[in-house]
């Protein structure tokens, strides 16, 4: 049981986690994507998206309505019983009112390590807390479903308690359900799959909805997708430029495209919210195929069929020749 003081201040963080997550902060804050992923907790004062923590805290106060609204020591599990939340061990260097940045692109196991850095717990311990607060249809996997963005993190006098790091892995899984309010949760993981695929394909928003839709003709067709992204997610390499090479593709995982059939079997990375709305709602086309033709601008080229694919693809070396 949290008394009163404490539920106050889990309402407060509630808001802001809430905001954060809208159209509102969202068109505050720009998108970054394609860059390293050793990013670190940023210490500040904690506003989000350039707007105080009183318009946030108005925001929590209207989702008060909402079943969920306060459940700092726990979350309903699948069943719709209260998991318990582990006890960090308290912490007197947790930086009060600092940020932990997420980037599009990330893989779960980067951020997850950076929420335990600014919590100073192991990693396997705020793995626990974020778990516990993905939905049902994440399958117990958090990648792909820890929302991009800026998360305050929030402290009780300067120390980690079990309320302060369950809210903070909250702020991590919300964002991304909010994004999917509007398609259907038996949808939500296909979704994140196919929008994890977009981010790491394409460094340009407005290319995203045809990148979705390239993927979605492919997999109607019963083609296999041959996506590089995903095949690199299997080897474990964290570089969006690098190429696979023949070798590669004959690696035995489920999340290699060139050699399975369909999508693979989860996310591969955390989407924006601009690829999840590409992933929800595709651009109308028929193509079959893309390429980037121009790494230094992210200039793509979709084609229909194999030859004007190829004549794409020779755009892409002619680059690669002038560029040495």
Not at 38 to 64: E, K, M, N, P, W
Not at 71 to 91: F, L, Q, R
């Amino acid at each position: 049981m949290s008394t009163a003081h404490e539920q106050l201040a889990a309402i407060q963080h509630r808001g802001r986690t809430v905001y954060a997550g809208t159209d509102l902060a969202h068109s505050h804050r720009g998108v970054t994507r394609r860059v390293r992923r050793d990013r670190t907790v940023r210490t500040g004062a904690a506003t989000l998206a350039g707007v105080g923590i009183v318009g946030a805290g108005t925001f929590g106060a209207l989702q008060l309505r909402g079943a969920d609204a306060l459940a700092p020591m726990g979350t309903p599990s699948p069943s719709g019983t209260v998991a318990e939340s582990p006890s960090p061990a308290p912490s007197d260097s947790l930086p009060s009112g600092g940020i932990i940045e997420v980037e599009s692109g990330e893989r779960a196991d980067a951020i997850i390590e950076r929420l335990a850095e600014a919590y100073d717990v192991d990693v396997e311990t705020a793995r626990e807390f974020v778990l516990l607060q993905l939905p049902p249809e994440a399958q117990g996997n958090p990648e792909g479903w820890l929302s991009a963005g800026e998360h305050a993190t929030w402290t009780e006098d300067g120390a980690a308690s079990r309320g302060t790091l369950n809210e903070q892995a909250s702020s991590l899984a919300l964002g991304t359900e909010l994004a999917l309010q509007d398609v259907p949760r038996e949808r939500w993981q296909e979704v994140l799959t196919i929008a994890s695929l977009v981010e790491q394909e394409t460094s340009r928003t407005e290319d995203m909805p045809q990148v979705a839709r390239v993927i979605r003709n492919r997999l109607d067709a019963d083609m296999r997708l041959e996506l590089d992204s995903s095949l690199r997610y299997a080897l474990d390499v964290d570089d969006p430029e690098r190429f696979t090479t023949s070798e590669d593709r004959e690696l035995d995982s489920p999340y290699n495209s060139y050699a399975n059939p369909g999508l693979p079997p989860t996310p591969i990375a955390t989407p924006s919210r601009e690829a999840i709305a590409a992933a929800a709602n595709p651009a109308e086309g028929p193509w079959l195929y893309f390429v980037v033709v121009n790494p230094d601008t992210g200039e793509m080229r979709f084609a229909e069929d194999f030859e004007e694919h190829q004549e794409n693809v020779m755009l892409l070396r002619e680059w690669a020749q002038q560029n040495g």
